[in-house]
């Protein structure tokens, strides 16, 4: 190994491609040395990821379940409103017919009543069964409405 006059430093064939060979595994070293880094940060971000997407979920699990809970009681709650109502329109209905039957004869032909106290006797149960059909429509709406808040 010699310096000649233009500055270069003169390397045998050898010396050049043991030269050549330490760049390349310099540069591998390098680029393996950035490509575990990089790894590193993926590994990092995928884990980021999955700990949030896990967190997510059991959150959502638990709104879910809130929501059938929520959704439960609305429904027993209707339910039993429904029950009561149901249950004083056919105890209304019953005390109406009850005290409209003392009579035995064939009443006349009536004109269309204006309240349910004019009601004749046989058309209580009529009206009891249109009431308890109204009292159930009722409901089921206001159990919608419930369910879709």
């Known amino acids: 190994m010699g310096i000649n006059q233009k500055g270069f430093i003169a390397l045998s064939p050898t010396g050049y491609i043991a030269l050549g060979l330490g760049l390349i595994v310099l540069t591998l070293g390098i680029a393996l040395k950035v490509q575990s880094a990089r790894l590193d940060a993926c590994k990092a971000e995928h884990q980021s990821f999955v ?3 896990a ?4 959150q959502a699990e638990i709104d879910k379940n809130k929501e ?9 709650d209707v339910s039993s409103d429904y029950e009561n109502r149901l249950n004083l329109l056919r105890d209304t209905y019953a005390r109406l017919r009850d005290q409209r039957s003392g009579g ?3 009443p006349p032909i009536p004109n269309t009543p204006r ?3 004019d009601l004749t006797p046989d058309s209580i149960p009529l009206a ?3 009431a308890e059909t109204t009292q159930q429509l009722n409901s089921l709406q206001n159990w919608i409405k419930a369910q879709s808040q």
Do not use: A, L, P
Request: aromatic share 0%; hydrophobic share 30%; glycine share 12%.
């Open 68 to 76: 059938i809970e929520r959704q439960k009681k609305v429904t027993k």
């Open 51 to 53: 700990s949030t997407v």
């Open 128 to 130: 009891g069964i249109c």
């Open 55 to 58: 967190e997510i979920g059991r």
């Open 104 to 106: 035995g004869s064939m």
């Open 115 to 117: 309240s349910i106290d």
